[in-house]
């Protein structure tokens, strides 16, 4: 099993800046890559970025490319996410969550999940 958890969420203005982190325990070494997934109400949940503990590689989702760094620690299994000019479209829960595979943008791929970190963006 393995426990994830997120934090550094919370309320933000538009053009502000967030850092979300994320730590996995539990049985880790089996970890190939972290991802963010975020869920607006209403909406289905879509891909943020990820990190693939192989070479530190990174992939975003398209439209946020540019504004939000994904980076991490394979020692601590820890991942983070540094969102900048923050949009009220931002608003969302965010997840973070934990794959064995091949590092993969659908959530299907990622076993373990967090229970989320709220981030609201105020207009």
């Known amino acids: 099993q393995v426990q994830v958890l997120e934090s550094g969420g919370g309320l933000a203005q538009a053009g502000g800046s967030l850092r979300l982190s994320c730590v996995a325990s539990?049985?880790?070494?089996?970890?190939?890559?972290m991802g963010w997934f975020r869920q607006a109400p209403g909406k289905e949940r879509e891909f943020v970025a990820r990190?693939?503990?192989?070479?530190?590689?990174?992939y975003y989702s398209d439209s946020l490319k540019g504004r939000f760094t994904i980076s991490g620690d394979s020692i601590r299994n820890t991942v983070y996410l540094q969102m900048n000019s923050l949009k009220p479209e931002d608003t969302a829960m965010y997840y973070c969550?934990?794959?064995?595979?091949?590092?993969?943008?659908?959530?299907?791929?990622?076993?373990?999940w967090g229970q989320g970190t709220q981030v609201t963006v105020s207009s």
């Open positions: 539990g049985r880790t070494r089996s970890i190939e890559a």
């Open positions: 990190i693939a503990w192989i070479g530190h590689s990174t």
């Open positions: 969550a934990t794959s064995r595979g091949y590092p993969s943008s659908l959530s299907s791929d990622y076993e373990y």
